[in-house]
Nanobody, 123 residues
Framework: QVQLVESGGGLVQAGGSLRLSCVAS????????MAWFRQAPGKEREFVAT????????DYADSVKDRFTISRDNAKNTVYLQMNSLKPEDTAVYYC????????????????WGKGTLVTVSS
């Protein structure tokens, strides 16, 4: 098993920035594709960004492209989500997830999940 713990959420004004971190422990992290998802109140969980095990390929939801950046440091077993130009509609619980093999936008394809960190963007 891989345990994932997110941190870095909080309250920020629109236009501000936050960086989320997700630390993995347990089984090997380096061979896992990692992703961030989010879930706003009353809505389904949605894909935000994903990154291959090497960090060489990333993919983003259209709603966050050019504002968010996913990255990873395999030496630290950590994946990051840098969020800039935040909007009130970015308010959600953000979840870190991982899977064996290649990247996937489908949350049902994930093998490991963190418990989430709340991001609130005020207008």
């Amino acid at each position: 098993q891989v345990q994932l713990v997110e941190s870095g959420g909080g309250l920020v004004q629109a236009g501000g920035s936050l960086r989320l971190s997700c630390v993995a422990s347990g089984r090997t992290f380096i061979d896992k594709a990692m992703a961030w998802f989010r879930q706003a109140p009353g809505k389904e969980r949605e894909f935000v960004a994903t990154i291959t095990w090497s960090g060489g390929i990333t993919d983003y939801a259209d709603s966050v492209k050019d504002r968010f950046t996913i990255s990873r440091d395999n030496a630290k077993n950590t994946v990051y989500l840098q969020m800039n130009s935040l909007k009130p509609e970015d308010t959600a619980v953000y979840y870190c997830a991982g899977k064996r093999g290649g990247t996937d936008r489908n949350p049902d394809a994930m093998h490991y999940w963190g418990k989430g960190t709340l991001v609130t963007v005020s207008s």
